[in-house]
């Protein structure tokens, strides 16, 4: 999505009270960053998950 075309969609989450403003923080943004890349990686790591059919109810 084009900042144009959420533009009004932020604008009125922001008049309703769904979003606030905060102040940047560059050590917060990182420590994200970071959080969600250990994340991806212990994702990507693991094997999917494999449920059997017969547990499955698809009767």
Partial sequence: ????????A???MLA???LEKVAASRSQ????LDQAGRH???REAEP???IP???CALK
């Avoid at 943004?29 to 994200?32: D, I």
């Fill in 1 to 8: 999505m084009r900042w144009e075309q959420g533009r009004a």
């Fill in 10 to 12: 932020i604008e009125g």
């Fill in 16 to 18: 309703r009270g769904e």
């Fill in 29 to 32: 943004a990182e420590e994200l």
């Fill in 40 to 42: 991806a990686a212990v």
């Fill in 48 to 50: 999917p998950a494999l």
């Fill in 53 to 55: 059919l017969d547990s």
